[in-house]
């Protein structure tokens, strides 16, 4: 659930408990001068506080206070209820119950006491803070800037698949050189090289579906999320991947839940890849690195015990040597965060961009956007799959300038619903910075041809907006940019996700495969 830890509790609230000063010194005050009056005050009752108040109270303990004009009022009254399950009110009697999987995920729940048995709030301080949300908050929210996306790319030539592929479920595109490229299927649960004819030169079982690659000096590594539907159950795992005909696929880590993104780097200083994996789970999940050995096995080190990590990168950010990670948190406490090595394995967290629970974090990468030498970050907010999905003015692409010391002010911001990846790179070759983007809660009513955007850099971030004839024949999940055809120029290649949420006007489209996968060449070369 996006907004899952919504309202988690600072710890609980007694009321009507008087604050008292303490008595041995109380005592030995009016010993010491019997004419002087301790003065003693009650605690004010949370319920006499004004509901903004205590609303602002028990949500900034845990992540960035959500504004009642974030959401509309048809979507707080149906997320609210959801909320007072992690404080411990429940609807009725079988609520916890149903709440919880069965086996070992929801044993993995009850341990981290995500589901309290009993109240950690009181329910007249829950049911005044609901209200206050309900009232306050708008009937609709304002719609977004609306920018003129244009049909036509002039610097790219769409290739499609001769073949349809019906129901497709693509996780994952990634370009590993000209006419080789890999695509995972998590409804296939396959794994798959394919060339640029759309043919596949090899496959293998994936469960559910291989997430991420990461290709090492020696070996490449594949992080298989295990099952796509939101559990908490933990079966992914990292296979390394062999290099010659009869090596063996080595599990090298296990038990992970719905792994979605890693990093490998020598964390420690001893000569080895370790690795990160951001384990986005559904209730719980965890960021942490994995310490490898001379004998080539991992060990699991938590640097944040919280689910909705969502990307994570292993970068020496400060220059002193050691290498420190900086990932993104999309559920719950959104935001960016950066874990400082300190040293013999040890790490220091420090948040350095925070997004309130309704954004939807999808996305982000690092890039010198401003050419000082130091990485900036490329975001995107529009993850809109845990309610009925609305057009939100705040979702869209942002771009923070790093000021180099690694904290980051926004530049810029392009509204987009729904968007999931933004790829910025000079792909026209005229020496500044453009950026392709999808988005998978596009507004499919109004304007489905944000489903992939080309921003053409004019000079100073201004953009010119485009996109492709039947850009919305797939629903793009995955993305990827890189030179597929070996002519110098940076190509795009889109991989089409279905499931579930159905718009009529395209659904038929998607589940026929009529667009399940495309290449964009890249023509600037030409």
Same mark, same amino acid.
Request: with cysteine; aromatic share 12%; glycine share 8%.
């Given at each position: 659930?996006?907004?899952?830890?919504?309202?988690?509790?600072?710890?609980?609230?007694?009321?009507?408990?008087?604050?008292?000063?303490?008595?041995?010194?109380?005592?030995?005050?009016?010993?010491?001068?019997?004419?002087?009056?301790?003065?003693?005050?009650?605690?004010?009752?949370?319920?006499?506080?004004?509901?903004?108040?205590?609303?602002?109270?028990?949500?900034?303990?845990?992540?960035?206070?959500?504004?009642?004009?974030?959401?509309?009022?048809?979507?707080?009254?149906?997320?609210?209820?959801?909320?007072?399950?992690?404080?411990?009110?429940?609807?009725?009697?079988?609520?916890?119950?149903?709440?919880?999987?069965?086996?070992?995920?929801?044993?993995?729940?009850?341990?981290?006491?995500?589901?309290?048995?009993?109240?950690?709030?009181?329910?007249?301080?829950?049911?005044?803070?609901?209200?206050?949300?309900?009232?306050?908050?708008?009937?609709?929210?304002?719609?977004?800037?609306?920018?003129?996306?244009?049909?036509?790319?002039?610097?790219?030539?769409?290739?499609?698949?001769?073949?349809?592929?019906?129901?497709?479920?693509?996780?994952?595109?990634?370009?590993?050189?000209?006419?080789?490229?890999?695509?995972?299927?998590?409804?296939?649960?396959?794994?798959?090289?394919?060339?640029?004819?759309?043919?596949?030169?090899?496959?293998?079982?994936?469960?559910?579906?291989?997430?991420?690659?990461?290709?090492?000096?020696?070996?490449?590594?594949?992080?298989?999320?295990?099952?796509?539907?939101?559990?908490?159950?933990?079966?992914?795992?990292?296979?390394?991947?062999?290099?010659?005909?009869?090596?063996?696929?080595?599990?090298?880590?296990?038990?992970?839940?719905?792994?979605?993104?890693?990093?490998?780097?020598?964390?420690?200083?001893?000569?080895?890849?370790?690795?990160?994996?951001?384990?986005?789970?559904?209730?719980?999940?965890?960021?942490?690195?994995?310490?490898?050995?001379?004998?080539?096995?991992?060990?699991?080190?938590?640097?944040?015990?919280?689910? !909705?990590?969502?990307?994570?990168?292993?970068? %020496?950010? *400060?220059?002193? +040597?050691?290498? #420190? &990670? $900086?990932?993104?948190? =999309?559920?719950?406490?959104?935001?960016?965060?950066?874990?400082?090595?300190?040293?013999?394995?040890?790490?220091?967290?420090?948040?350095?961009?925070?997004?309130?629970?309704?954004? !939807?974090?999808?996305?982000?990468?690092?890039? %010198?956007? *401003?050419?000082? +030498?130091?990485? #900036? &970050? $490329?975001?995107?907010? =529009?993850?809109?799959?845990?309610?009925?999905?609305?057009?939100?003015?705040?979702?869209?692409?942002?771009?923070?300038?790093?000021?180099?010391?690694?904290?980051?002010?926004?530049?810029?911001?392009?509204?987009?619903?729904?968007?999931?990846?933004?790829?910025?790179?000079?792909? #026209?070759?005229?020496?500044?910075?453009?950026?392709?983007?999808?988005?998978?809660?596009?507004?499919?009513?109004?304007?489905?041809?944000?489903?992939?955007?080309?921003?053409?850099?004019?000079?100073?971030?201004?953009?010119?907006?485009?996109?492709?004839?039947?850009?919305?024949?797939?629903?793009?999940?995955?993305? #990827?940019?890189?030179?597929?055809?070996?002519?110098?120029?940076?190509?795009?290649?889109?991989?089409?996700?279905?499931?579930?949420?159905?718009?009529?006007?395209?659904?038929?489209?998607?589940?026929?495969?009529?667009?399940?996968?495309?290449?964009?060449?890249?023509?600037?070369?030409?």
């Amino acid at each position: 659930m996006r907004i899952a830890l919504f309202f988690l509790a600072l710890g609980l609230i007694i009321l009507g408990q008087a604050c008292k000063p303490n008595d041995k010194n109380s005592q030995k005050e009016e010993r010491a001068n019997p004419k002087v009056e301790v003065k003693k005050e009650a605690l004010q009752d949370p319920l006499e506080k004004p509901a903004e108040m205590l609303a602002k109270t028990y949500c900034t303990g845990c992540h960035l206070y959500p504004d009642p004009n974030q959401l509309d009022k048809a979507t707080w009254k149906t997320i609210l209820p959801r909320m007072g399950h992690f404080f411990g009110i429940y609807e009725s009697d079988s609520s916890r119950e149903n709440l919880l999987e069965g086996g070992r995920a929801g044993a993995i729940v009850e341990r981290n006491n995500v589901f309290p048995k009993s109240p950690t709030i009181d329910t007249l301080i829950f049911d005044k803070i609901k209200t206050y949300y309900i009232d306050t908050a708008p009937d609709k929210l304002p719609k977004a800037e609306v920018i003129k996306i244009k049909t036509g790319l002039n610097n790219f030539k769409l290739h499609r698949p001769a073949n349809k592929t019906k129901n497709p479920m693509h996780l994952m595109v990634k370009i590993i050189g000209p006419d080789r490229w890999y695509i995972s299927d998590a409804g296939r649960s396959s794994f798959s090289i394919m060339n640029n004819q759309f043919k596949v030169q090899k496959t293998a079982s994936s469960p559910e579906g291989t997430v991420w690659v990461h290709e090492g000096q020696q070996y490449s590594y594949a992080l298989v999320i295990g099952t796509f539907n939101p559990t908490d159950m933990d079966l992914g795992f990292v296979m390394r991947l062999p290099n010659t005909a009869g090596e063996v696929t080595k599990i090298v880590a296990k038990d992970l839940q719905r792994p979605v993104h890693m990093d490998m780097g020598d964390l420690d200083g001893d000569g080895l890849d370790d690795m990160v994996i951001a384990e986005y789970g559904k209730n719980t999940g965890s960021l942490g690195w994995w310490k490898q050995d001379p004998s080539g096995n991992f060990k699991k080190n938590i640097l944040r015990n919280k689910p !909705g990590a969502t990307k994570a990168y292993i970068r %020496d950010l *400060n220059n002193n +040597g050691l290498k #420190d &990670i $900086i990932a993104l948190f =999309g559920q719950g406490d959104e935001g960016i965060f950066i874990y400082h090595n300190q040293g013999n394995g040890k790490f220091a967290e420090e948040p350095v961009l925070r997004f309130p629970p309704t954004y !939807g974090s999808s996305y982000f990468d690092l890039y %010198d956007f *401003n050419g000082d +030498g130091i990485e #900036d &970050i $490329i975001y995107t907010a =529009g993850d809109n799959a845990d309610y009925d999905p609305i057009p939100k003015p705040y979702h869209g692409i942002r771009v923070y300038i790093n000021d180099g010391t690694n904290h980051y002010k926004e530049s810029f911001f392009y509204p987009l619903n729904g968007a999931y990846k933004a790829i910025p790179a000079d792909f #026209d070759k005229d020496g500044d910075i453009d950026i392709a983007a999808i988005s998978f809660f596009p507004d499919y009513e109004s304007s489905p041809e944000e489903s992939f955007v080309y921003l053409e850099n004019k000079g100073d971030m201004n953009f010119d907006a485009f996109t492709f004839s039947g850009s919305a024949d797939g629903r793009w999940m995955a993305m #990827d940019a890189g030179d597929m055809d070996g002519d110098g120029d940076l190509d795009i290649l889109l991989g089409s996700m279905i499931f579930g949420t159905d718009f009529s006007r395209f659904f038929e489209k998607w589940s026929d495969g009529t667009l399940p996968f495309a290449w964009l060449e890249n023509t600037s070369s030409n």
